[in-house]
Structures are given as C-alpha cells and as structure tokens.
C-alpha cells in the first residue's frame, strides 16, 4: 500500500479508495472465474491480492460478488452498444456492427455468463438484460419498418432470440466447438439469418 | 381399482401394473408441472390419483421424477423427427418439418422445458439432448452439403443453435409474448434463417 495510507486520508480519498479496491476484486472475480467457473471467495482474494476479509467488507456473500460482477459486466456492454452506434447506417449493418462489438466485450465474461445461465431461468436472464435490450428495441423496430427484419413477429421475440443466440455462441465457444476467430463472425451471421 | 387385483397376479401382468401406474404418474407430473413449475410430489399424486407411497415407490426423490419425465420427453421428440422423415425431401423443407412437429409435440413440455433450462447449464441441457440431436445430424450435413444451410461452421453449432432458439421460444410463450398460433410458424422461420 503507497505511503499515504499510513496519515488519515480525507474522505473523497478514502472513497477513491474503495472504488479501487472494489474494482480490483471484481477484475479478479472475472479472472478467477474464467480459469475455475466454481472459484471460491479464498481464490478471488488471492486473485485480487487481498485478504479474503477485505473482499467481504464489500460483499458479503460470494452471490453479492457475481451479483456485482454480472451487473458491472451487463452495464459496459451497455456502454459498448452505445459506442456501436445502434441508429446510423441500414439496420442489418447496424445490427452486425452490435453483435460483433458486444461478442468482442463477452469475451471476458464467457464463464461468467456460463455461471449466471446455469443458475438462472430465462425470464430471470431476460430481466438481468433488460437495459441491454432496451438499446436494441429501435434498431429491432427500425428494420422490421424497412423489411430487414421480420415483422410477424413482436420485438420481443427478436430480442429473446438474440440473447439465446448469444449466449449458445458462448457455450459453443467454451466447449471448444468453434474457435474464437470463427465464432464472432458465425454469430452474427446466425443472428442476422433469425431475424432477417 | 379393477377387481382382478384381489387375485394374486401373474408376474408378466404385476409388470404391466407397474408399467401403467409408473405412466400414470409421469403423466401426471407433466400436467401438475404445467400448473405449477415447483409441483411437489404430493401435488403430483394428487393428479395421478394414487397416495403418495406409491410414487416413492418408483421415484425416491423429486429430482429422479423429474429426470424420469425428462428421459421419457425426450424420447417421445426422438420418435417425432423420426416420423416426420428429416431425411426425405429438401434439406430446408425437410427441417421445418420437424420443428413444426418437434415444436406441436413440446407443446405439453414446455413447464417442464423451463425446469431443466433452470437446472442445467448449456453443456448439461446439450449431452440430455444427444439422442435428438444426433438424429438431425444427417439432415444439417445433407443442408450443408447442397447449400441450403450455412457451411462455415461446424454441424454443432447449427444444432446448438436450433436447441436454443427452441427453447427460447418456449420461454417466448411461457411469458406470454407470442401466442400458441404465431409461436410455430416464427421458430420455423427463425432457425431456417439462422441456418441458412
């Protein structure tokens, strides 16, 4: 710990603290997890370089750590559509623009997503995303109003096969059934082909 | 019960008891689980019509019913493709065929579905559905092979992929997003698109 630890730090730097250390033990987490889906809180600590009591300051069970964990990861794949600008351009190409970039960020979290499918029902998956879907509801919108994508079909549907897309295509990736360079673009082929 | 049973049996016939009793129960469980995803064991010997010994008797515990129904589904939709001949005709035509039948015959599992998705992850819930998947197998290569469907990824992905759009439009359904009449029709089109 850097010197200035030893005087009494003002709050503002106490927080500055604190935020550090949380997302110190949640890239670890995300490390940990990757390398042993079953990672238990003593890994994590030793992952993050703490002791496992400073990790429990912050979260109280290894549930509030996945919690924390999923919603930080569900938040910067929100940030990365953004960036991916869902309303410029014809909506297949937007689309395809959004799955790859969004796959690319996944590929941190592909255990942590393999954890949370398995203690998760669909519905529950459904809600966990809901902010993330929400940013693609126009898009879905915009091409089912020039034809791009089917319009039979609610919003919802599209959206639902999205994320089951997703989140097989991490599966597939994980047991080592497709490599890595071929997954991303066979993804978005696979989406783009549902929807269209 | 019917009056023979007074007598004592012959073992083939005591057989054929406990052949029917043990589908009674297994029907029964399907439709106590369609009522109500977390049906307990007593609510499923209510619906079967017998106490609750008798289900123990087959089924030590809640989770080897479940597994029992499971088996017995799954074996019913391998029956299913059969019928529906996935090697005659055009590979595309050929495939909807057996998801509109696949998808008619899941109308009565769909609770259960949604209990084995919330149980097990992606790995799991594929090795349960080896035996049906194996029997598109040749169908997805026959579709590969003549360009009806996508050949730069392997037949796994494609029968990954075809799993969880199926059960992803159950759970379309199950929430109620998409009605019973429009729910066949759109899963076809959506896993002939995402193959092609």
Known sequence: MPAHHATTPDPPRRRADAE????????AAVDALAGDPEASMAQVARQAGVVRATIYVHFPTREALLEAVTHRAIAE??????AAEPDRGPPAEALGRVVTETWRTLGRYHALVAVNTEQHGAEALRDRHASVLDKLHPLIERGQADGSFRSDVPVAWHLSMLLALMHAAGAELGAGRIGEADAGPALAATILGALA
Do not use: C, F, K
């Open 20 to 27: 550090r250390s949380i997302a110190r033990i949640l890239d």
């Open 77 to 82: 794949v929100a940030r990365v559509i953004d």
